[in-house]
Every structure is written in C-alpha cells, then in structure tokens.
C-alpha cells in the first residue's frame, strides 16, 4: 500500500460547506461519510481510508463580514491555535496542524474521536494531523457567518502503524471558536 503525506490526504478529504437559518446563533453539524479512492480500474479500487466528514459549523454574528474576520482573527491568537497562509479571502485557518494532547486548552479527546483502545481514546495518545479553518461569508442584512470545520487524521506514536486512521470531530472546538467570537462581538 502506498502512504500519502497527511497534508495531501486531508487536502483529498476537505470539504466545506456550510447551512445555518439566518436570524440567531445556530449552529448546523451534517454528518456524512467520505471514501478516499486512490486508484481505480475496471478490476479493482484501492480505499485508503474513510472518514466521516462534517459541514462547517456555522454562527450568524450582527457584524458585517469584514468586522467578524477581525474577531475571529482575535480569537484564533487568543486561543493560540496555529495559522498558516489561506489563499481565500475572510478565511483563517492551518491545512496542516501536527499535533498531541491539546489544541485551543482542550483536551484532545474532547475536540475528536480517533476510537479508542483498552478503554482509552486514541485522541489523548496518537499524533494528530489537523486541518482546521475558519471563514466569514456575508450574511442577510449586514450580518455574517463565522464557519469553522475540522477534519483530521490519527496515527499511533509507538511506531506500531505508519497508517493513518481518520478521526472525527466532536464539535467542541468549533464550539469554543464561535462562542468566544459571539463573546467578542457583543462585548464591542
């Protein structure tokens, strides 16, 4: 079996869109599952992997959509989450985030689910490799929506598998993103 670098499987894996109602701070998670395909023929198809993947969780803020990218570039430094360049305009985020244990003063294990063993959840103990992003679309009457989506993959650091396992996201991050945006906006 052929490895891929995680930045390009999760590149393959990345998708984002977003649906929330406009008027309030509601947020939308849909669930669905994802099939990785690299190389097919008539005879065979080889699966490197499936994962469930999430739409951005969406929250509508009563600021326009440039004052919104603003606070959630705050936010981003306050909660001293990793960013790296984002060629789209109002976006913020890190295609490539190697991480363990804790992101954002979470617990791993709260921000993904990677399974677990012995009762223990993989997310607490493996090398994480994120791609998180956060951007600002415009919203109906001057507002906007703050969109934050996660999709990762996990591997064992004893050495016992090279292979990437997918992980998905508890919601809790984007969570603690939107709530101290919303926390921000309404305190100017």
Not at 11 to 37: N, R
Not at 56 to 71: F, L, N, R
Not at 75 to 94: F, H, Q, S, T, W
Request: glycine fraction near 8%; hydrophobic fraction near 40%; charged fraction near 20%.
């Amino acid at each position: 079996m052929r490895h891929l670098r995680p930045s390009l499987l999760l590149l393959a894996l990345a998708t984002a869109c977003a649906s929330a109602k406009p008027g309030g701070s509601e947020t939308t998670v849909a669930p669905s599952t994802t099939s990785l395909v690299v190389g097919s023929s008539a005879m065979s198809t080889m699966n490197i992997g499936t994962t469930n993947s999430y739409t951005a969780i969406a929250t509508s803020v009563p600021v326009s959509a440039d004052s919104a990218y603003q606070v959630l570039t705050r936010v981003y430094a306050m909660l001293e989450i990793p960013v790296a360049p984002v060629d789209v305009k109002r976006a913020i985020g890190n295609d490539e985030i190697k991480i363990r244990r804790r992101i954002a003063g979470l617990p791993m294990q709260n921000v993904l689910d990677c399974g677990e063993k012995m009762g223990l959840p993989n997310a607490e103990t493996w090398d994480i490799h994120m791609n998180l992003l956060s951007y600002v679309q415009p919203g109906p009457n001057g507002s906007a929506q703050v969109l934050t989506r996660i999709q990762a993959l996990g591997n064992p650091t004893d050495g016992s598998s090279r292979d990437l396992t997918p992980c998905a996201t508890k919601g809790e991050l984007e969570k603690k993103i939107s709530d101290l945006v919303l926390k921000l906006v309404a305190g100017k």
